[in-house]
Nanobody, 126 residues
C-alpha cells in the first residue's frame, strides 16, 4: 500500500504561482510513475501532468503546457507541480496519483493509476 499526501494549495491571484507537493510513503517511491489530476466543481477529474519513474519523461495537458512543470525528487519520495501564470480556470482540487509498473491503461487516464491522495484545493481569483 502507498500513501500520498498533497500540500501547497491555496488562494492566489490570477498570474500568480503555486508549487504543489505530494509526499509518498509505504513503498519504494522510485518504483512508481506519478501523475497530477484536478477536479473543478461540477466537472470530471482530468489529467494535468505525468512523470516517469526516473523523471526522464514528462507529459502535460494542453491547457497547462508551458505554465506547469512536474518534477520529482526520489530521495525525498516527493513529486512536485510548479504552477505559473495561474488562471481562474485552474481553480480545482488537485490530486496526485501513483502508477505501478504492472498497471495497464493510459497514464493520461484516471484508470491508469493505483493510488491517490486526498487532494489539495487551488483557488485562483480574477
Amino acid at each position: 500500500q502507498v500513501q500520498l499526501v498533497e500540500s501547497g494549495g491555496g488562494l492566489v491571484q490570477a498570474g500568480g504561482s503555486l508549487r504543489l507537493s505530494c509526499v509518498t510513503s509505504g513503498r519504494t517511491f522510485s518504483n512508481y510513475a506519478m501523475g497530477w489530476f484536478r477536479q473543478a466543481p461540477g466537472k470530471e477529474r482530468e489529467f494535468v501532468a505525468a512523470i516517469r519513474r526516473n523523471g526522464g519523461s514528462t507529459a502535460y495537458a494542453e491547457s497547462v503546457k508551458g505554465r506547469f512543470t512536474i518534477s520529482r525528487y526520489n530521495a525525498k519520495n516527493t513529486v512536485y507541480l510548479q504552477m505559473n501564470v495561474l488562471k481562474p480556470e485552474d481553480t480545482a482540487v488537485y490530486y496526485c496519483a501513483a502508477r505501478t509498473v504492472a498497471r495497464s491503461g493510459s497514464s493520461y487516464a484516471i484508470e491508469g493509476y493505483d493510488y491517490w491522495g486526498q487532494g489539495t484545493q487551488v483557488t485562483v481569483s480574477s
